[in-house]
């Protein structure tokens, strides 16, 4: 992102004053939404990673979510994999 939020309302309020075409001023505005919106999803990205790294779940449409790392999801694979393969060995013996 090339500008900040409170950068493109500024240079907005100024082109404002300046009476700009309605295009220019469609674009500014579409332009501020695009940022907010940009800066939303960095902020929910981050809140995200300081739950995992906390330990903590996320609570959404009134769900606990757990979050896993790759490592320690790879891990539940391998056990589970294990686990399956172990099973087998038994039911053959």
């Not at 695009?34 to 809140?47: E, S, T, V, W």
């Amino acid at each position: 992102m090339d500008k900040t939020l409170l950068e493109l309302l500024k240079e907005a309020k100024g082109m404002e004053k300046m009476n700009g075409s309605q295009e220019q001023k469609t674009e500014d505005r579409q332009q501020i939404f695009n940022a907010g919106l940009q800066m939303g999803i960095q902020y929910m990205m981050d809140k995200i990673e300081r739950q995992y790294q906390l330990g903590k779940p996320i609570l959404a449409n009134d769900n606990l979510y757990w979050l896993k790392g790759a490592k320690e999801n790879l891990r539940d694979i391998m056990d589970d994999i294990e686990a399956e393969y172990n099973a087998e060995m038994e039911r053959n013996e």
